[in-house]
Each structure stands twice: as structure tokens, then as C-alpha cells.
């Protein structure tokens, strides 16, 4: 079972952990996406990849959460939902991706909710603006 990146109000003292993720994690520690963008229009932000997009050098800092065996299933639908992901569906807010995320030790695969075609689209139009850090706080 893969662990999640996440980058947002998933992340410890956000908004979501509490109630998504607090108790269900045998693990949590600081992690990086390298050549990635966060992009935001408000409550909460999206992770991009678009090369055009995404400035040279480009991080997104976030933690890495592996979610413990017996609580990994009923976890994967509650982020699901959350993130608005249905596998295979048009139209997504955000897509569910494995990608290769750094820690201070290593690197490893983990799922990342990464921005949907359309919220693509409105990053393109100029409707949402780049967080130049990388870190949602």
C-alpha cells in the first residue's frame, strides 16, 4: 500500500487532517515534490506539473502519510472524495497520480491529488495564482 503526499489541508494542524487522517497514519514526516507548482484561488490549493507552469526549480513541500493497514481502504475513499476523484471519470477537480516524493532519507512512491484538466485550464485563463514558496500554510 502506497503512502500519500499531501501538501494542503491534509497536512498536520490543516483544516482536514484532524478528521481524515489523525489516528489512522502509522507514519508522517516532512516531504518534497521537485519540479512541481502549488497553485491556489482560495480555501485550499492544487498541485501542478505543467512544465510552462511549473517555474524552473520548482518544490512543493508537503508531508508523506502512510495510513495504517486496517484503516487504509476506508482512508483511500474519504481522501477520495475529499479531492472530488472518481478513477476514469472527465472532469475531476483533481486526479489521484503516483509520483516519486524525497525525504530527508529517501525517496519513494506515494499517491499525489494532483490538478484536473479543468482547473488546468483555469490556471491557464489567469484564475488562480502561484504560491512562489511551494508550501501551503
Given at each position: ?9 491534509l ?10 487522517l489523525?489516528?489512522r497514519?502509522?507514519?508522517e ?11 491556489t ?7 501542478i506539473?505543467?512544465v510552462?507552469?511549473a ?7 508537503g ?11 476506508q482512508?483511500l475513499a ?5 479531492e ?6 472527465v ?9 516519486t516524493?524525497?525525504?530527508a ?11 484536473g484538466?479543468v ?6 485563463r489567469?484564475?488562480?495564482?502561484l504560491i ?6
Open positions: 500500500m502506497r503512502p500519500f503526499f499531501v501538501y494542503g489541508t497536512k498536520r494542524g490543516q483544516s482536514n487532517y484532524a478528521r481524515l489523525a489516528g497514519t502509522v507514519s514526516m516532512r516531504a518534497w515534490l521537485p519540479n512541481a507548482a502549488l497553485y484561488a482560495g480555501p485550499y490549493p492544487f498541485l506539473e505543467a510552462d507552469l517555474p524552473p526549480g520548482a518544490t512543493v513541500f508531508e508523506l502519510m502512510t495510513v495504517a493497514v486496517n484503516q487504509y481502504r482512508t474519504l481522501l477520495d472524495e475529499l472530488d476523484f472518481v478513477p476514469g471519470r472532469g475531476n477537480l483533481y486526479e489521484r497520480v503516483i509520483r516524493v524525497q525525504t532519507t529517501a525517496s519513494c512512491e506515494a499517491w499525489v491529488y494532483i490538478a484538466a482547473v488546468e485550464a483555469a490556471i491557464r489567469g484564475e488562480l495564482w512562489d514558496s511551494g508550501e501551503w500554510s
